[in-house]
């Protein structure tokens, strides 16, 4: 497929890096010649100097043969205009980054798209989607619901004694380590799934063999009515509800996330050092949003005001190396929950090495939002896990697919898929080898590696 992307910032620099590994033919302009320099260098791509939004750029970009044109520049206004452009210039779709959350809204979408533009992208909306389901249940790592969370993926860490954390968060009531796949499904019936697990810095699809072991994190598919069985087994009934959340830093992702979690009915505490920042902030953020004065890494405030009542502290500020120590301070003071926003994806491993909790990336949430537009199969969704290599998708089953034809231990599908549940006329059920998929099902499909792209052919 033939790309153009528009923004060499943080977001349009790894869509590019990402479509590029999958083999795409892919240009990236920028009136920026220093952002592409090195870009064209490291990359099999074709990097342009150019202003986006410059119709003579974009014909020199040759959007009229673009699959796909992505603007993600930092101008919210800038995005659209050169969406439009390509869309008119002859881009088969077009996709614009937004800042704006009333652009967001469901009969706006349907304005933009009789506009050209087939999707918006607000990173910080989708982020803090996230933030809040993550904040749901104090011992998931992470949450994905599916069919109105009727169906869900969750991921739970399996702890062992830690040596910078107290001894409290040890495995003794865990139920799952030291056992394998097989056993468990015959001691505790089959009321989930493990679709993947995450060890060290692999990502492992697991046979009946397979053994859980201490400091795994565990992805798990279940159904809503079966998610206390899985708390249960996994030692972690003591884990409190997140009833009071504390976020550190005042960005746009921190608002975004005070709505998000004040509709959860979270008390909202933020930390913000800015005067000015505060005072804007007061008409931005939820109205039920406390905003405190002061350090994100301040022990002394953090001590007074906000670890008291907290069972979650949430680390967005635009330093990765303080989110990720606030989140180690917290879980040291017996703080369960914490989440970081960490865009580096270099210290991916060492947020995962230091158990820091949840980690948010906005551009890999974004970048996700986009892939699901370069599936040929009918996908309704698809999560890029930003800790486990691995990618999560909704397909919608076709008359006539593949997949209708053969019962699923029959499909073959490639090494690393694991179809771990589904919708069926609305009811959410877990899938197995004997399972017989149907047009209309909605099925989860949990993807290791690069084999996410590998299931069109099944799909379509």
Known sequence: MKIVIAGAGAVGTHLARMLSNDHQDVVLIDADESRLHRLSNDLDIMALVRQPSSIQGLKDAEVNRADLFIAVTPNESENLICAMLAKQLGAKKSVARVDNYEYMKPENLELFKRMGIESLIYPELLA?????????????????????????????????????????????????????????????????????????????????????????????????????????????????????SLLIGGGKLSVRASWKLNAMHHGVKMVEPDPKRIEKLLSLVSPKTMILEGEGYDMDLLNDEGYGNTEALIALTDNDQQNILACVAARRRGIRKTIAQVENLDYFDMANDLDIGTIINKKIIAASHIYRMLL???????????????????FIVKSGSKVTKKKV????????????????????????????????????????????????????
């Not at 309704?380 to 998708?393: C, Q, R, S, T």
Request: proline content about 3%.
């Open 128 to 244: 803090a989607e996230d933030i809040a389901a993550s904040s749901r249940y104090s011992w998931v790592r992470q949450l994905w619901e599916f069919n109105a969370g009727e169906l869900l993926l969750l991921s739970v860490k399996m702890h062992d004694a830690h040596p910078i954390y107290d001894k409290e968060i040890s495995n003794k009531d865990n139920q799952l380590v030291g056992y394998t796949l097989k056993e468990i499904g015959m001691k505790h019936g089959h009321n989930f799934h493990v679709v993947a697990i995450k060890r060290n810095s692999e990502t492992i699809s697991p046979h009946g063999d397979e053994k859980i072991l201490p400091r795994d994190l565990v992805f798990f598919m279940t159904t809503k009515e079966n998610l206390e069985e899985i708390r249960h087994l996994t030692g972690k009934d003591d884990y409190p509800a997140v009833e009071n």
């Open 376 to 394: 040929k199969g009918d996908v309704d969704n698809v999560k890029m896990l930003a800790i486990g290599n691995a990618d999560v998708a909704e």
């Open 409 to 460: 231990m029959e499909l073959n599908f490639p090494r690393g898929v694991n179809i771990g549940g589904m919708s069926r006329e609305g009811k959410s059920m877990l899938v197995n080898g004997q399972t017989q998929l149907q047009a209309g099902d909605k099925v989860v499909v949990f993807c290791i590696g690069n084999t996410l792209k590998l299931l069109d052919k099944f799909f379509k």
